[in-house]
């Protein structure tokens, strides 16, 4: 019988890998065992020196403790490595999370899921895309991942919204601390409609810089296909595209992100071979509908470009204040 405080400290652990804090855990099971272990014990099983001035175990069954209680007070649904509830496409990635929390749902295996990711300053077109995309996969019953930051995935969970499906944002922060705090009315929403956030951070984990490039192997790992709708040369959905590619998962690049500075990552992707899509058809050929385009989700009054470039900039505005709402996939102000 696995020791629920014993898994929690070993959480705590954040420089062992997975395999490694299985090993203790099959040798230091209980509460008694754990709590007499030693460093140069530890270094022994792993077979490796460990980057610790110290190990006091006791200490780490406390925090456990408190991590677990916390856990349960906020309502908060957990499972580890060896539970039932853990996804098992999950468990095909390099390093899988230890333990993993949500809250609302977590994605079923036995749906394939469409993650798609971007830059957090997209261009106008490529935001649309990016909404567009969450319509489709909606529209098909595609359940839709993706990291609820501000640009490409939160345009990506809203359209998944309005169109009546369900979506699920992977998160670099604990599942009580939704991030960016303009979309803590999106994260509502999501849990509400039959999706979830899903984390492998404690509650009460703020957001840390060093946390949302790791969460981006959650993010392809919860995927069968990943799209990069737009990233410039340096971005945090390359790094998605680099774990979707070692996961083996199928990496897209859309049309729409791939000019400009900000479109330079997207572009290099699709140099290097990544298919290039101009909607969600081209990854579903057999897909009835033939896709929405940026015009279907935000119609201009008549086209113009000076019409265009106004109305990009009330939406942007708005977006800001987290005013943009929505209404059967259509903006409203």
């Known amino acids: 019988m696995i020791d629920l405080n014993v898994l929690f400290a070993l959480n705590r652990l954040g420089s062992l890998k997975l395999n490694e804090k299985l090993k203790i855990l099959n040798g230091f099971s209980s509460p008694d065992l754990f709590s007499r272990v030693s460093l140069y014990e530890m270094e022994w099983l792993l077979g490796r020196k460990l980057r610790m001035r110290s190990f006091e175990p006791d200490e780490l069954m406390a925090l456990g403790e408190g991590d677990l209680k916390k856990t349960n007070s906020l309502g908060i649904r957990w499972t580890w490595y060896g539970g039932r509830e853990y996804p098992s496409i999950l468990k095909e990635i390099y390093d899988p999370?230890?333990?993993?929390?949500?809250?609302?749902?977590?994605?079923?295996?036995?749906?394939?899921?469409?993650?798609?990711?971007?830059?957090?300053?997209?261009?106008?077109?490529?935001?649309?895309?990016?909404?567009?995309?969450?319509?489709?996969?909606?529209?098909?019953?595609?359940?839709?991942?993706?990291?609820?930051?501000?640009?490409?995935?939160?345009?990506?969970?809203?359209?998944?919204?309005?169109?009546?499906?369900?979506?699920?944002?992977?998160?670099?922060?604990?599942?009580?601390?939704?991030?960016?705090?303009?979309?803590?009315?999106?994260?509502?929403?999501?849990?509400?409609?039959?999706?979830?956030?899903?984390?492998?951070?404690?509650?009460?984990?703020?957001?840390?810089?060093?946390?949302?490039?790791?969460?981006?192997?959650?993010?392809?790992?919860?995927?069968?296909?990943?799209?990069?709708?737009?990233?410039?040369?340096?971005?945090?959905?390359?790094?998605t595209a680099d774990f979707a590619l070692d996961q083996g998962r199928d990496v897209y690049v859309h049309e729409n992100g791939l000019s400009g500075r900000t479109g330079r990552g997207s572009a290099l992707l699709a140099d290097q071979g990544a298919p290039v899509i101009g909607c969600l058809k081209d990854i579903y050929p057999n897909l009835e509908s033939p896709g929405h385009s940026m015009e279907d989700a935000y119609p201009m009054a008549s086209g113009t470009t000076v019409e265009a470039a106004s109305m990009a900039s009330k939406m942007m505005r708005y977006e800001l204040k987290d005013q943009l709402k929505f209404y059967k996939g259509r903006v409203q102000f």
């Not at 895309?129 to 969970?157: K, N």
């Not at 509502?188 to 039959?194: C, D, L, P, Q, R």
């Not at 984990?205 to 981006?216: A, L, M, S």
């Open 97 to 239: 999370p230890f333990i993993l929390f949500w809250k609302g749902s977590l994605p079923s295996d036995l749906r394939e899921s469409l993650a798609v990711v971007g830059t957090r300053k997209p261009t106008l077109q490529a935001d649309r895309s990016a909404y567009a995309l969450g319509l489709d996969a909606a529209t098909a019953g595609i359940p839709l991942i993706s990291g609820m930051a501000a640009g490409i995935d939160g345009a990506a969970h809203r359209g998944a919204l309005a169109g009546g499906g369900v979506t699920w944002a992977v998160l670099g922060t604990g599942c009580d601390k939704p991030y960016p705090r303009a979309h803590r009315k999106l994260a509502a929403e999501i849990v509400t409609k039959g999706g979830g956030l899903i984390s492998e951070f404690v509650p009460g984990t703020g957001p840390v810089r060093y946390n949302f490039p790791k969460r981006n192997r959650i993010i392809s790992g919860l995927s069968q296909s990943v799209v990069i709708v737009q990233a410039p040369g340096r971005s945090g959905a390359l790094h």
